[in-house]
């Protein structure tokens, strides 16, 4: 018999899932926002570096376009 086709791409693994549901209701039992309110900042930059893409690109995967717009009152 053939494989089957499998987990589709970008479904997350039941254990991976179940953890992270659990760790979002720890957090939230422990405050939300506030539990990273109390973190140390050094601990607060890590995970927030963790978080943060590494590799950034634009539509279909090309170059990201960046659009300056200048806010204020136009008399500068």
């Known amino acids: 018999m053939p494989p089957g086709p499998g987990r589709p791409k970008g479904l997350k693994n ?44 634009g539509d279909s995967g090309g170059p990201v376009i960046v659009k300056i717009i200048k806010l204020g009152n136009g008399k500068e």
């Open 14 to 57: 039941k254990f991976t899932r179940d953890v992270r549901e659990m760790v979002l209701q720890a957090i939230n039992a422990r405050g939300g926002v506030k539990f990273f309110e109390r973190l140390e900042d050094r601990d607060l930059a890590r995970l927030a570096a963790r978080l943060i893409p590494h590799a950034i690109e």
